[in-house]
């Protein structure tokens, strides 16, 4: 089973950066897509960006222009860089994907951003 890591949140101010990685245990081309999730508190899961096998990116209204998901296929690894953050992009970031060989849904545990003053 291919198991996915999330590293690289913390406590940044208003309008800083941060880059979230997602490492694979296995090759990230045995998922359909690999996204970036977050959910904050009280509120739903929501999708903010995702890189499919074919490596069209797609994104969130809400950070389109400041979010950058990209892929390094040779560490299995996928990475959002953020940029411009806002108080409102504070939540717990999740990667995830569909395995194409059993279908089953894997997820990482999840990285906390907190974007304060």
């Known amino acids: 089973q291919v198991q996915l890591v999330e590293s690289g949140g913390g406590l940044v101010q208003p309008g800083g950066s941060l880059r979230l990685s997602c490492a694979a245990s296995g090759s990230i081309f045995s998922f359909n897509a690999v996204g970036w999730h977050r959910q904050a508190t009280g509120k739903e899961r929501e999708l903010v960006a995702v890189i499919p096998r074919s490596g069209i990116t797609n994104y969130a209204d809400s950070v389109k222009g400041r979010f950058t998901i990209s892929r390094d296929v040779a560490k299995n690894t996928v990475y959002l860089q953020m940029n411009s953050l806002k108080p409102e992009d504070t939540g717990v970031y999740y990667c995830?994907?569909?395995?194409?060989?059993?279908?089953?849904?894997?997820w990482g545990q999840g990285t906390l951003v907190t974007v304060s003053s």
């Open positions: 995830g994907g569909r395995r194409i060989a059993s279908n089953a849904e894997v």
